[in-house]
């Protein structure tokens, strides 16, 4: 039976996220409240281990980083048909950069004892840096393969990945153990269902801090993150804009002499 | 001071189909901005094979000294030894700054060579500046305006940058750089092993040289209003660009995704169809003469950053404005 773990995140709900703007006058993201929702691409990170699980067995535990609110997130994961649910939470972790969350992520993955796989989102609807899955393998040393869209084989312990690469693809021959990093491309997820949910309020969601990962407090959090932010400022509009008026029509042929003139159409 | 141990600016190169990518020649001219600043030098670490006299291009760029791995090896991009060779590198260089470009290379390997290096890393800057301290600053956009990241104390600062936030540097014949060769052990073993890199010729206009793009956003609403949009390209022969909702629904490809995570474009003309000007999409076009938005909203910030905008919903207003495009292409002149 494979142990894979599925690295997911608590993201502010994408539909809502664009309402969270820095304020002009205190220079700081005001505190909204926004919803946390499943990463949209973990839901394909999580789909990927199912699919293992129903070929050759797998215990998949789904394990999170965030705030006591990001259990919700957990909470559908087992709903979707996680296994198990781990959320790391201490109010030492908050201010991570990506090295600070994968190093802490990582942790505590090597506490769960040997893994198959590690399966994490290409990259995270908010912070679109695409580092975490890659610095969680650096982190464990073990190999990874990042944008994949596609498994060619998986028997064994030899897999063909297929991956996105600049306009095309690579075709990577992977030892497992391993991290992989998946796009929407690899497969669809399935729907929550009525009886998943039911079936989830049995399982448990596992919380850890801390003092559960031994971690000293300067390794976490703001603390053990390299980078940090030194400001934050406002950007000025710098187009006037002119708005078309009229009919549906009449707006239409107005473009269509702005696109000519510009020599676009 | 020789230039190789005043080289502390570095930039990691990358070879594309047709020889240096151009996001490496754009970072080689940057870091050499950078350097003088900080009365360094600069440093490029070329990994590849039969690299032939391509150093000659980056000298001539900008660098100071290029550190060249040539091994059939190293043909294609293998994480593991590239992360392996470019550690003891640096560690032996001790670099202040080390850029790469956002290409799906420099995405995966970054964050590798940061967590190895125990250094930070940001992601898809759009703008490098050195502070009075001597520090880099390096700015992305979010929340609607610019944060400026920094790496205070490890090193090197480490950043990756799109192709296209810089420009490409006017190359200098006449420069001159050290070009020390580095040895390559054989027989490592990978874990990860890249069997081959298949990148396919463009379909379409390229997003990078269109002269007029149009770009479509959540606005479109679903696959159907998304193909009126892709229509409309097609009629006005023009890039089509996208959002990252866009990409999350399925309805384009990441490659399409214009912004600070996706391309940099510079056309002439922007169109914005169903687009709600968040900054992480317009960072990514740059200097065009003219930018048209149609938006349901009328509030929508995307009208504060264009110049003539149409309050529409974008499923009725392009369909319209395609056939009408079509009957004037109907009309002899």
């Not at chain 1, 969270?20 to 929702?37: A, E, F, G, N, W």
């Not at chain 1, 190093?103 to 995270?124: E, H, N, P, W």
């Not at chain 2, 670490?45 to 001539?60: F, H, R, T």
Request: net charge negative.
């Amino acid at each position: 039976m494979l142990k894979i773990i599925v690295c997911v995140k608590a993201v502010p709900d994408p539909k809502e996220a664009d309402r969270l703007k820095i304020d002009p006058v205190t220079k700081s993201i005001p505190r909204l409240d926004i919803q946390l929702v499943l990463n949209p691409l973990d839901c394909h990170a999580l789909e990927a281990a199912f699919q293992s699980r129903r070929k050759y067995g797998a215990q998949v535990t789904a394990l999170s980083m965030g705030p006591p609110a990001a259990g919700n997130v957990l909470r559908e994961c087992l709903a979707l048909g996680a296994d198990e649910g781990i959320l790391l939470t201490d109010p030492a972790f908050a201010g991570a950069d990506t090295y600070a969350t994968a190093f802490t992520l990582a942790s505590a993955i090597r506490k769960l004892g040997f893994v198959d796989l590690v399966l994490c989102g290409m990259v995270s609807s908010d912070g679109s840096t695409e580092w975490v899955g890659a610095q969680i393998a650096a982190f464990l040393d073990l190999p990874v393969v990042t944008r994949v869209s596609e498994i060619l084989e998986d028997q064994g312990d030899v897999w063909t990945i297929k991956s996105d690469y600049e306009n095309g693809y690579r075709i990577v021959k992977l030892k497992l153990p391993a991290v992989l990093t998946v796009t929407r491309e690899i497969n669809q997820p399935k729907a929550l269902s009525f009886s998943g949910i039911l079936k989830a309020r049995s399982k448990q969601i596992i919380e850890w801090n801390l003092e559960s990962l031994d971690l000293p407090a300067e390794r976490v959090g703001l603390k053990g993150s390299p980078t940090c932010v030194s400001e934050l400022s406002n950007l000025e509009s710098r187009r006037a804009v002119e708005m078309l008026e009229g009919t549906l029509e009449e707006k239409v042929d107005h473009l269509i002499e702005i696109l000519t003139n510009a020599r676009a159409a | 001071m020789m230039a190789q141990e005043n080289a502390k600016v570095f930039v990691i190169a990358e070879l594309g189909m047709r020889g240096t990518e151009r996001v490496t020649l754009q970072l080689i001219g940057k870091a050499r901005q950078l350097a003088d600043e900080i009365d360094y030098g600069v440093g490029v670490i070329l990994l590849g094979s039969d690299l032939a006299d391509s150093e000659q291009e980056l000298i001539e760029a900008g660098a100071d000294l290029v550190l060249k791995g040539d091994a059939e090896t190293l043909e294609l991009y293998q994480a593991e030894l590239y992360t392996a060779i470019i550690v003891k590198l640096v560690k032996e260089y001790q670099p202040e700054i080390l850029l790469l470009g956002s290409t799906s290379m420099g995405r995966e390997l970054a964050p590798l060579l940061a967590a190895r290096l125990e250094t930070g890393l940001t992601a898809h800057c759009i703008d490098l500046a050195i502070n009075a301290s001597g520090i880099l600053e390096q700015r992305i956009p979010a929340y609607g305006g610019m944060i400026t990241i920094i790496c205070p104390i490890k090193r090197p600062q480490m950043a990756t940058v799109a192709e296209g936030v810089f420009p490409n540097p006017v190359l200098d014949s006449s420069r001159t750089g050290n070009v020390i060769p580095i040895e390559i052990q054989d027989g490592i073993s990978l874990r990860a092993h890249t069997l081959e890199i298949v990148r396919e010729e463009l379909m379409g206009i390229s997003l990078e040289s269109a002269q007029v793009i149009v770009a479509g956003g959540a606005g479109a609403g679903d696959v159907d209003g998304w193909r009126e949009i892709t229509e409309l390209a097609s009629v006005l022969n023009a890039g089509l660009g996208s959002t990252r909702p866009v990409v999350d629904a399925g309805w384009s490809d990441f490659d399409s995704m214009i912004g600070q995570s996706g391309k940099m474009v510079n056309p002439d003309v922007y169109i914005g169809v169903g687009i709600s000007g968040d900054l992480q999409h317009m960072v990514g076009i740059t200097g065009p003469k003219i930018m048209v938005a149609v938006n349901n909203d009328p509030k929508s910030h995307i009208f504060e950053q264009v110049d003539y905008g149409v309050v529409e919903d974008c499923r009725i207003f392009v369909p319209a404005l395609v056939s009408a495009l079509k009957d004037n292409k109907a009309k002899p002149d």
